[in-house]
């Protein structure tokens, strides 16, 4: 290790156990560095990797705690601007566990390229609402970066809109589905991003046409939901017969729209269809 990266981990470490005092004049947005250069104050990866076993846990529930407040202020202005009952506003704080599969998957150089420790999502009735809160998140928040994936179907059939937002000197990422996008991505994930079905085509082809009928719907047109195929792993078929029926639900709710009290509580473990900030790829190994 050389003296620079040997300080620069010490400086760093002892920034997570310490306070610290941020220069008020610090707006927390930083421009963006060289590809090879990690930001200043920094932790290396490869530095962290040299932990043991115990300590890279620690560490690891170090930082991502340092994105508490980030979080919760988040929470709170995306429930100030959509107050109504017609929308909900879900929040985690990306798992340890996840935290450190992700390091390893993505090979990161550094923690910082890690864009979802605190993650939000944003959940409306339907596509109609989607000009009003994308108007309002991109006026409120200083969006530092948006990813529009409402016509990935032909790879995915993932929908949604994802922004990186800086909240309090972190990133906050910042999704918004529909209810029925939000049953889809949820068995999606259990079943596929992070399930141990990646590589049967038959349910995979089945997730696209389920998107597709669920895109029209929250569209305000026509659409079928498609029966389940019969040749699938009887996990996936009672996943995939539990989200159905929830997802049939959705269009026998009330006029006015408001979300169920059965519906996910406002912290969950881990509980995004996307665990970073990129596209979905189904029956395919992972970037």
């Not at 990646?198 to 026509?222: C, E, H, K, P, T």
């Not at 078929?237 to 009290?261: C, P, Y």
């Not at 269809?273 to 979905?280: I, Q, S």
Request: proline share 5%; net charge neutral; charged share 25%.
């Amino acid at each position: 290790m050389d003296c620079r990266r040997g300080l620069h981990l010490v400086l760093g470490i002892c920034a997570i156990f310490l306070p610290v005092t941020q220069d008020p004049h610090d707006t927390g947005v930083a421009e963006s560095p060289p590809e090879w250069l990690c930001t200043v104050g920094d932790y290396f990866i490869e530095d962290y990797q040299r932990l043991p076993p115990k300590q890279q846990n620690e560490f690891v529930e170090s930082y991502r705690q340092k994105y508490s407040s980030a979080l919760r202020q988040a929470l709170d202005e995306l429930r100030a601007l959509h107050s109504d009952t017609s929308f909900q506003v879900l929040g985690r704080l990306k798992s340890v566990p996840s935290i450190r599969e992700k390091i390893v998957r993505k090979k990161y150089r550094c923690f910082s390229e890690l864009t979802d420790i605190a993650g939000t999502r944003l959940v409306i009735a339907d596509y109609a609402a989607l000009p009003l809160v994308t108007e309002r998140i991109e006026r409120h928040f200083f969006v530092r970066e948006k990813q529009d994936l409402m016509r990935d179907e032909e790879k995915t059939g993932y929908r949604a809109i994802h922004y990186l937002a800086w909240v309090d000197g972190r990133v906050v990422e910042i999704q918004i589905h529909t209810r029925r996008g939000t049953l889809w991505a949820e068995a999606s994930h259990r079943l596929v991003f992070k399930g141990p079905f990646a590589d049967n085509q038959a349910l995979v082809s089945y997730l696209r046409r389920l998107s597709q009928a669920i895109f029209l719907l929250d569209s305000g047109l026509q659409g079928q939901i498609p029966q389940a195929p019969e040749a699938l792993p009887a996990e996936a078929r009672k996943i995939l017969t539990e989200t159905i029926a929830d997802i049939l639900a959705v269009g026998k709710r009330s006029v006015d729209g408001s979300i169920d009290s059965h519906s996910p509580k406002d912290s969950l473990p881990d509980f995004f269809a996307l665990d970073e900030f990129g596209t979905l790829r189904f029956g395919a190994a992972r970037p």
